[in-house]
């Protein structure tokens, strides 16, 4: 029974790992996440949009997606929303991947 469950557990693991690296592994994405951060009071839409070329639509998805994966957060401020980093554990984990590519 505990060897079961401690192969579940790295199934787990693996699985979270796995699913950081999809995230990753688009260009957009991984960009976005560098965009962010480097700008501590965070980004609207349009700013990312402008910095990475992407239409505000594709700029507004792939945000949608980090945020979906508790990787950015975004504040709403009046009619915009300004998105950061969040403080979770995979957005730091992502940076520190991210970091790291960049050393390379």
Known sequence: MAKDASRGVRTQKIERIAGLFRLLGD??????L??????SQGLYVHEVATALGLTHSAASHQLGTLEANDMVKGFR???????KLAGSTA???AMRLLRAAERQ
Do not use: I, M
């Open 27 to 32: 260009t957009s994405r991984s960009a976005l």
């Open 77 to 83: 401020e009046g009619q915009l929303v300004r998105y």
């Open 91 to 93: 957005s730091r984990r």
């Open 34 to 39: 560098t965009l962010l951060g480097k700008q």
